[in-house]
């Protein structure tokens, strides 16, 4: 994923805006029910304040600008959107929560909105209504919009970055894989022949809130660990974690130098310069491979694939959601509401959709007709992003327990500690435990 507050956005190319990216051009049909929506009537003199993470690829910021253009020629709404650097969006939606001022609509990350849950509008009707109409809403969506243990949505989720496996094909056939195994040894084995033969693997081990949460999230969640049991408890302490944080040290050993210190950016320079042949990745680097003629052949050279299952055969790949929230403090609630539904809805959801080229991939399971997931096979492994059963604080409640220990990078840091051997793993999940439980008290 790439760290947008260090380098300009990613651009798909005039042509791809040409050939229907963008709001009003010809896209596949959206499945939908004759649903009615809400009655929210748009107060008079109506103006809104939106933040939301910085652009990642050019068409997620035009066509998102375009779409909001669009709502205020058809209401009369004027509209300002602001764009926060990823590590600033949390800070700033804390400001604003804590003041009661700035933005009404925040396009904020998974657990914000349970942070800050006394302070957020209800948006049940809302969010039934998107469901019914289009068939529903998939399981890591309905998890994060939901406040915990029950049926009361407090947030909207519009989107999530999934983390498979991105490696370069011919590499791995040289080291003896034609299909990139799904089980940890044979994963393992495969990493080791690529460090053999000179491409070695890269995940991220520092504070990256894309890469770094991914790569650990998903070595906890692929060994049946987790950071609190179902009530709530700290329950990192486990033999499954030890196990996870031993494979991790074996794996950190096929490791280009340097990714103790990777941000949401390395891996993607790395890869692109043929400095590593495997890593985790949203669609961004695919894309950006693509679309630079001089990297357009690692592009064809590069496959996108499930990482290792977890124990009954799950997806254990960690999303990064865009989950937006209306706060109690806008003085045009209804406004907001409509401005949430109209962006979700066909027309201007699915030219977001495909804009971003599936990488914030879709929360409602009729956009799995979309186009953008018909076009390149190579994409197909990101539809599926949001079907996934594990999320942060798993297996425990969404709270602000649980996103405090997400921002404060406990997990992260456990397996950095462990794979560099700076800590025994003992000693890291213990540090985890001690940490973790200054937050779940």
């Known amino acids: 994923m790439f760290d947008l507050t260090r380098r300009g956005a990613l651009g798909l190319g005039a042509g791809a805006l040409a050939a229907g990216l963008l709001p009003g051009a010809a896209r596949a049909a959206i499945p939908m029910a004759d649903v009615q929506p809400p009655r929210q009537p748009i107060e008079q003199g109506a103006t809104l304040r939106v933040l939301r993470p910085t652009k990642f690829v050019d068409a997620d910021e035009t066509v998102f600008r375009a779409n909001t253009a669009k709502f205020t020629q058809e209401t009369g709404v004027q509209v300002r959107v602001d764009f926060a650097g990823w590590e600033d969006l949390r800070p700033q939606t804390a400001v604003a929560a804590n003041t009661g001022a700035g933005p009404d609509v925040v396009v904020a990350w998974a657990d914000d909105p349970h942070i800050y849950s006394d302070k957020v509008l209800d948006l049940t009707e809302l969010a039934s209504y998107l469901g019914q109409k289009y068939g529903g809403w998939l399981a890591l969506p309905q998890r994060f919009g939901k406040k915990w243990g029950t049926e009361q949505w407090i947030a909207l989720p519009m989107g999530g970055s999934g983390g498979p496996c991105v490696y370069r094909t011919s590499w791995l056939k040289e080291a003896g894989f034609d299909t990139l195994p799904t089980d940890h040894a044979g994963f393992l084995k495969a990493c080791q022949g690529l460090k053999k033969n000179g491409h070695p693997v890269g995940f991220a081990l520092g504070n990256a809130v894309g890469d770094g949460n991914a790569y650990c999230n998903w070595l906890l969640w692929s060994h049946g660990g987790m950071v609190v049991d179902e009530a709530g408890k700290v329950a990192i302490n486990t033999p499954q974690t030890i196990a996870a944080l031993n494979y991790a040290k074996e794996l950190y050993q096929t490791f280009i130098p340097g990714t103790l210190g990777w941000g949401d950016i390395n891996n993607n320079r790395a890869y692109a310069a043929g400095e590593i042949g495997l890593t985790q990745n949203g669609v961004s680097m695919y894309f950006s491979l693509k679309n630079d003629p001089k990297t357009a052949a690692i592009a064809e050279d590069t496959t996108m694939a499930r990482m290792p299952l977890a124990p009954g055969g799950k997806m254990a790949e960690n999303v990064l959601l865009l989950n937006a929230l209306v706060f109690k403090h806008s003085r045009y609630p209804n406004a907001a509401k409509e401005y949430l539904r109209y962006m979700m809805e066909a027309p201007q959801y699915d030219a977001w959709l495909t804009g971003c080229g599936g990488y914030w991939s879709h929360p409602l399971a009729a956009y ?19 079907t996934v059963e594990f999320w942060s604080g798993y297996k425990g409640p969404i709270s602000q327990a649980s996103g405090s220990v997400a921002a404060d990078y406990v997990v ?4 950095a500690a462990a794979s560099s051997g700076q800590s025994t793993p003992e000693e890291a999940v213990r540090e985890a435990e001690r940490r973790a439980r200054r937050y779940y008290r």
Do not use: I
């Open 368 to 386: 799995a007709e979309s186009e953008v997931w018909k076009g390149d096979p190579k994409l197909a492994v990101y539809r599926d992003t949001n």
């Open 412 to 415: 992260v840091q456990m397996f």
